[in-house]
């Protein structure tokens, strides 16, 4: 089975570390220890599966996952690497 590379873009890295962050000052070290599950069992999924997430309504080239009622991750797929683009706050405004 093909498996495809992860690749982090500085804003999906940076978004990442917000959220946590954010989960951390509202909630407990548990459940941001079970945001990160979810994401890195995400991850594993997409290393097999690429169009796991279905395309963004707003913009066709992204890809967007939704991790947990709060928040998504948005990528895309480029030559068979997988770009994470950005976390973000479901119940936000982003244009994803």
């Known amino acids: ?3 495809y590379l992860i690749s982090w873009s500085p804003q ?4 990442y570390l917000n959220t946590l962050s954010q ?3 509202k909630w407990t070290i548990k459940e941001a ?3 990160e599950a979810k994401v890195e069992s995400l991850l594993e999924k997409l290393k097999t599966q690429k ?3 279905p395309p963004s309504s707003k913009q066709k ?3 967007r996952c939704v991790i947990a009622p709060q928040a998504s991750l ?5 030559n068979d690497v997988i770009e994470l683009a950005a976390f973000f706050d479901n119940r936000s405004d982003h244009q994803y």
Do not use: S, W
């Open 33 to 35: 220890e079970d945001f």
């Open 1 to 3: 089975m093909k498996q």
């Open 74 to 78: 948005v990528y895309q797929i480029k």
């Open 51 to 53: 169009h796991l997430c």
């Open 12 to 15: 999906a890295e940076e978004t």
């Open 61 to 63: 080239n992204l890809r």
């Open 23 to 25: 989960i951390l000052e």
